[in-house]
């Protein structure tokens, strides 16, 4: 029989970090990742499909790959010369950071890490995005991911491949979390960062973090990518998802046929 829809409250409860995850790192940004995932559970919701207890994952992450690649335009908004341009085209600016505390400092570390991180797998395009999501950053294995998009372990090879090159050549000779010789090093951005509207100021309270880490060797890129913190769930997505399941509000929406 089809997902029963009294199951859906312990499913948005298990599962919407890591569809939440997905789109996060798919849009590189919160508000459209909120709404892809929404409507990855509203269409969940209303599917047809028999779907076993340990299958739901890999269903949910499958709506929400098709969600997001019909939200996403076919070739990619943010290019490598764009993100050089943004982050490394001026000098050094550190008026901008010297009235932070360290705690500010770090906060933003960690924000420019993650934001620069992300922005880069944003200069693909979203196929070969969505094979490095899946296969890197969410850590499935090839079987897995490859059903999850619909096609051949081979063709999904071929797609994570081609992301791990382009993502790899851009930071290899950049990125200080590759290699610490590289010459953009994320402290000395900051200022550039906060000026060009890449990362915010720290909001207060600050949460509390473990303290940013730099690489001391030179590494694979999707070394780093595995080491980035899942993106904190909105408090008001997870009460929006619940109160739908539980005033049965949700529209009935037209499902792809390959996931209904």
Known sequence: MPLPQSYFPAAIDQHLPSVYHLAYRMMLDKEQAAEATYETFLRAYHGKREVAPEAVELWLLKIASHVVEARLPPMPE?????????????????????SLTEPQRELLLWELKQGCMTAVVNCISPGERLAFVLGI????????????????????????????????????????????????HCPSRIGVALQRGFIAPPAQPLVQLRPFERADRARDAAEIYRTLPEP???????????????????????LPADTA
């Open 78 to 98: 943010v290019s490598f010369d764009l993100l050089d341009e943004t982050l490394r085209s001026e000098a050094t600016r550190t008026g901008e950071v010297k």
């Open 232 to 254: 904190e769930v909105p408090r008001e997505l997870r009460q929006r998802l619940h109160q739908a399941v539980e005033t049965g509000l949700w529209p009935i929406l037209p």
């Open 137 to 184: 950053i969410l850590g499935k294995g090839d079987e897995q991911a490859a059903a999850t998009l619909g096609i051949k372990v081979s063709a999904y090879k071929v797609r994570l491949s081609r992301a791990r090159k382009k993502i790899g050549d851009y930071l290899m000779p950049r990125c200080e979390h590759v290699d610490p010789r590289n010459p953009c």
